[in-house]
């Protein structure tokens, strides 16, 4: 059973870098997302996909791009990446989109120096 | 103030005790109030799900949800080492627009 699998774990970046950050669901869940957690902030949302075709904007947006081509697919892409942008990411996705249960992922662990 | 109010912790408890989680809330829209568990290094997973006021029960686990109060907590019942973990609060109006407020987690141990 594997729900959501995130890609890579754990990654040390320079400053500047392009990182896409993976993420795939093999339950068919029509929504999908990208949270980030830090000490103090919680977790925070970053984009959102309703269904596959579509995205928005959540919280913390800037700086951050997704896309979502097909259901189970939903990256995360830091086009140059600045140091805070170190933290833990994680991808969760849900079969309802209006309230229901999310499933997350185990993290991406990313550090920006 | 902010959306969702959670006390961080860290919360220390001796095994067997009772355990109260809490969270307060602004936003009179919600309506779908949950807690996740999450352990070290893992990430959330769904504990308690429930929609609008009142009290749900599974096994050592008990939520409740004052919408009058904007308030809802989380009791766990003879508390076991493994219940060592973050405890997260979240809630949502609900919609196509979803978006799931969480609180800043409450860091609880258990020590036997």
């Known amino acids: 059973i594997a729900g959501i699998t995130q890609a890579p774990t754990s990654q040390i970046l320079a400053a500047g870098r392009r990182m896409t950050l993976r993420c795939t669901q093999d339950?068919?869940?029509?929504?999908m997302y990208w949270y980030r957690q830090d000490l103090g902030l919680g977790l925070r949302l970053i984009h959102y996909?309703?269904?596959?075709?579509?995205?928005g904007k959540g919280e913390v947006p800037d700086g951050y791009s997704v896309s979502r081509a097909n259901t189970d697919d939903f990256p995360l892409t830091l086009a140059s990446a600045v140091p805070s942008q170190t933290s833990v990411y994680f991808c969760?996705?849900?079969?309802?989109?209006?309230?229901?249960?999310?499933?997350f992922g185990e993290g991406s662990r990313l550090t920006v120096l | 103030q902010k959306e969702v109010e959670q006390d961080p912790g860290p919360l220390s408890v001796p095994e067997g005790a009772i355990v109260s989680l809490n969270c307060t809330y602004s936003?009179?829209?919600?309506?779908?109030f949950m807690w996740y568990r999450q352990y070290s290094r893992k990430g959330p997973e769904l504990l308690m799900y429930?929609?609008?006021?009142g009290n749900k029960e599974d096994g050592r686990f008990t939520a409740q949800v004052d919408k009058s109060s904007k308030y809802i907590s989380l009791f766990i019942r003879d508390s076991q080492p493994s219940d060592s973990a973050t405890y997260l609060c979240?809630?949502?109006?609900?919609?196509?627009?979803?978006?799931?407020?969480f609180g800043k987690g409450t860091l609880l141990t258990v020590n036997p």
């Open positions: 429930t929609y609008s006021s």
């Open positions: 996909s309703n269904t596959a075709g579509t995205t």
């Open positions: 969760a996705s849900s079969a309802k989109t209006g309230a229901g249960e999310l499933f």
């Open positions: 339950m068919r869940h029509n929504a």
């Open positions: 979240a809630m949502s109006a609900g919609g196509s627009n979803y978006k799931l407020t």
């Open positions: 936003n009179s829209a919600f309506q779908y």
